[in-house]
């Protein structure tokens, strides 16, 4: 049997630190969907958060600014890469 995973709410806290993320311009206001993936792990605290988004979310020129704002709201910084990268190079 398939256990079923936990679902995180888009709750307010989701939403304002979505808002934020974009306020920064941390992402572009057209990721604003990125911004609530984010958001969401963030506040749910949510230990990885795996993404094959490069262009937005997992890359070096990204990381460590998103990091830097999820920090200064309080809330906690998943770590954020790509499947490759967390499951090593299997090749």
Do not use: W
């Amino acid at each position: 049997m398939i256990e079923k995973l936990p679902v995180i709410p888009i709750t307010d806290a989701v939403i304002n630190v979505a808002k934020e993320l974009l306020v920064r311009s941390l992402l572009p206001e057209k990721a604003s969907v990125d911004a609530l993936h984010v958001a969401a792990a963030a506040v749910g605290g949510v230990e990885y958060l795996l993404t094959l988004n490069c262009r937005h979310i997992a890359n070096a020129h990204m990381l460590p600014k998103i990091y830097q704002a999820l920090e200064e709201m309080g809330v906690s910084k998943p770590l954020i890469c790509t499947p490759q990268e967390f499951f090593g190079d299997e090749g």
